[in-house]
């Protein structure tokens, strides 16, 4: 904790103009050097933190900053002439968020210059408060929520922000050409078992960037009841941009339920799900599926819908290659949205670094109704719960990308619809209880198949009930592929579908995958 007393000079020092980068400290007495501050530092401090008894320690920030709605708290920002970092050429630039509406929880956010680390001091100077009206004084201890950095993604001459940490263990950061829309997080705790609770990062800290330079290294200590953690981050930003996450975490009781690796997004409607409407947008989510590699170099592709109730996905596996939320149409005309351009939402794909051995790529569905709900969840939770008192330690990268062409190297799904079944160009009676799913696939070699598409098989096949038919025809608008297949499931009965394509033996697209659920006979 820093005294009181430092925090209050810090503070003068900020009103008068002083540059927030601490200076480089003075070595220690003699020939031995001050220690540089780094992941072993916040991995004793997560240590020490999971020994004792777990204090939330959370306040109210003081008003009028206790009572504000989302548009008064947006109305509050950093000013930019003050941003840290602004001196080096090129390089990253640090803005803090002030504490409100949703973000109540005061974070610690330190610099490190030289290898000294030191608090950024809260100061009113900082902010312009737009219509918040904040009297002549301000508490200096009022803190900030988290912290976002700037840089040159799009143009050399303007600053982008290119990623944040905000809200509970969110964060989210962007590629060229990209919009934020879904989320990561640092860890899930007993997702979608009716007693999730939501880790938090208590403070930060950040090292000065090199001139010139597009990455950025972030460290993190998490808390939280069931565990505490200490964290790396590691930025590039690019074409690609690409995050790093080391973690240690330190488990405070047994038999938690642990997510890895989470993803957050939003699935309101889309071409495979019309439960919700939203007037003239046919189309509204962050990401359209899940992508799996898996231990076995399958890849799998899952639609995300927006079911009526909860919906739990699993995807066994052993050493997973990687999974991802992706946004893969990327059609203006799908959308209409001239404001939020769902085209340009990123997506996100995890690949671990190393063996995370037995256990299980998650995928949580939950109903919604309005587009500002998070709804979609995908984690990576182990077979076995990791021990209490012992460190638990993972790596992985996640790449913020569009259209990622290396992620199914094969064909890969477009489209997903739904329809009555029926028997194509035939007279046959259509069953009531089959249902036909046409999923369009492109990429590959599919293109060399549409002239000829009887050379493809569509393998489809149905954990519950029969496929009755499945075809494949020729879709030049996607200078691809479309395959149907009808399903025949008793009434009430929930199926696990998979599809793929093949020609002559050999595999020619990923693997589509879609529980589905029959209505019930009324």
Partial sequence: MIEITRRQMLGALAATGTHLIAPAQAQGVGSNPTPKFGYEDVLQRARALAAAPFADGATRPPAPFDSLDFDSWRDIRFRDDHALFANLPGAFRLATFHRGFLFPRAVTVNTIRDGIAAPIPYSPALFDFGRVKVGDSLDINTGFAGFRMNFPVNDPHVYDEAISFLGASYFRFLGRDQQYGLSARALCVEAGTG???????????????????????????????????????????????????????????????????????????????????????????????????????EWLWRPLGNPPRERMSYFLDHNTRGFGLLQRDRTFESYQDLDLAYQKRPSYFVEPVG??????????????????????????????????????????????????????????????????????????????????????????????????????????TTSKGRVLRANVIANPHIDGLRAFFDVAVKPGDTTDLRLFLRAAGRTLTETWTLPWSAPSAT
Wanted: charged share 25%; no cysteine; proline share 7%.
């Fill in 355 to 460: 063996d995370w051995g037995d256990g299980s790529v998650e995928l949580i569905e939950l109903p919604t109704l309005d587009e500002t709900n998070d709804n979609i969840v995908a984690s990576w939770t182990p077979a076995t719960a990791p021990e209490p008192g012992k460190a638990f330690a993972f790596a992985y990268r996640i790449t913020a990308g569009l259209d990622m062409p290396r992620l199914a190297p094969n064909g890969r799904v477009v489209h997903t619809f739904e329809a009555p079944a029926h028997a194509l160009g035939s007279a046959e009676p259509a069953d009531p209880n089959a249902k036909r799913f046409m999923v369009d696939f492109a990429g590959g070699d599919l293109a060399y198949y549409v002239s000829d598409p009887a050379q493809v098989e569509a393998v489809a």
């Fill in 195 to 297: 007693k999730e609770t939501f880790p938090f990062f208590r403070e930060f800290w950040i090292e000065t960037p090199a001139a010139g330079s597009n990455r950025a290294v972030i460290y993190a200590l998490l808390d939280g009841e069931a565990a505490t953690g200490a964290y790396r981050f590691d930025l590039t930003v690019g074409q690609e941009s690409t995050l790093d996450v080391k973690a240690t975490i330190f488990p405070r009781r047994a038999g938690v339920k642990f997510g890895l690796a989470p993803l957050t997004s939003m699935y309101l409607t889309g071409e495979n799900d019309r439960r919700v409407r939203d007037g003239f947008r046919d189309e509204l989510h962050d990401s359209d599926g899940l992508l799996v590699h898996n231990g076995a170099q």
